[in-house]
């Protein structure tokens, strides 16, 4: 008779102290109560917490960083299989290679990689799960350097669903399991199987320069305008990102990373100093690792009541779009409400869409809409804000970055995948034929839709 499976690591349920802290994500508004949540200790316990929640036919969810902004990592009443607790960094510095267990977060990734001189293009908060990013696809400050950070991956350690009730370790990687390796460079987390450990190229790093310019309000038009002319197409070695707040707030901020001098830096600036008048300018040079931390905004990384969403611009937007973005944060349901955006191109784009299931690599910005609010009773009128603006810029925008999931996104598939969805379904079907990873919006396989 087969021994029936154990739950093994670190398990917490809603009468443990730590409960609580245990359960709650980054994002607040949505709350889930799961029955257990499995801290796995390492890959032996992921494949025990596959096998046993597949034996007991038990509703499951794999978490890492917490930072998915619908809660997709969060399941009531059902098994939460999370991998934080295993984020041990080995450095391999001749090969200027790095395997590093999925639940590493962003903080602890920059710096130990910084301490051999060395990096990966990855996002800017330091909460985010390292896994959850680059399986979405993975931007932030170096991006138009280096590429995604899905683009410096190298290979994935997998634990995935077998048979009708088993678990199995996987790697992919550009010869084995080449199609999953495929799918998990921007397909998003949670579809194929449970990551236990990213394998990535590094970068050698040392310092860079950073700089903001700061406009007020009646710049609005001219100081977006500026930037996404300048943006998209300048030196790919640096990456800016612009900050839309609200009216109330009455800031534009242009912020960026340059992998060179200050001076040079000064240089590649002209167009945008020269814009409007700024209320501030300034450029550093500084180690690498400041410049990580200054990116970092601590607001970010505490859990808050939130509502975000994104997409994509490809073409410049003309004059009435931009008066649309002004209009609606002239009416934004409270100060914190903005609009964020960050150029690309570069290093992304010379990558095709096909090559790997990220698919906008032509977009020119990413950009997401974001509200916090602070009581219960205001998240509607949050949700509806955000909604109403995904809609009103949608004639000049395309799709939505997997990592900025939209619940409301009706046409999800072809809004995160493009053309690639298909492929998607395809490998779905091979590595996961009986749906045993799912969520809503999580990529079916072909045969059966759940
Ligand atoms: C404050 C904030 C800042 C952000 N900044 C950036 C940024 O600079 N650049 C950027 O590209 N994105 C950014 N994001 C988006 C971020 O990339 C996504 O939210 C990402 O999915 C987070 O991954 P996680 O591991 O932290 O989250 P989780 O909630 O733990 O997981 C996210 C998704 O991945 C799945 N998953 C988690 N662990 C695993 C695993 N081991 N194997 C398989 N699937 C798994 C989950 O089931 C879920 O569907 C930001 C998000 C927030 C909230």
Known sequence: MLKKVKLTGRIVTPSDPDYEQARINNNLSIAKFPSKIVFCQNAKDVVNALRWVREKNEPFRIRSGRHSYENYSLV????VIDVSDMNHISINVADMTARIEAGADLGKVYRELWESGMTIPAGTESSVGVVGLTLGGGIGMLSRQFGLTCDNLLEIEMVGASGHLGAELLKANNHLNSDLFWASCGGGGGNFGIVTALTFKLHAIS???IFSITWGWEDFEVAFDAWQKWAPYTDERLTSQLELKSKEVGEIVAQGEFVGSA???KKLLRPLRKTGSPTSVWIKEVPYIKAVRFFDVPSGNVPALRKR?????EKPFPHA????????LANAPNRNAEIWQQSLRGAVSQVAPNRSAYFYRNALIAQEYLTTWEKPQEENQNIQWIEDLRRA???YTAGDYVNFPDHYIKDWPSAYYGRNFR????????YDPFNVFHFPQSIPPVRKWI
Do not use: Q
């Open 263 to 265: 001076h040079e830096l």
């Open 423 to 430: 492929r998607l379904r395809e490998v779905k079907t091979k």
């Open 321 to 328: 779009a931009i008066r649309r973005m002004k209009a609606f």
């Open 207 to 209: 310092d860079v320069s």
């Open 76 to 79: 009531n009443e059902g098994v």
């Open 309 to 313: 969403s994104g997409s994509f611009i």
């Open 393 to 395: 810029l949608s004639p």
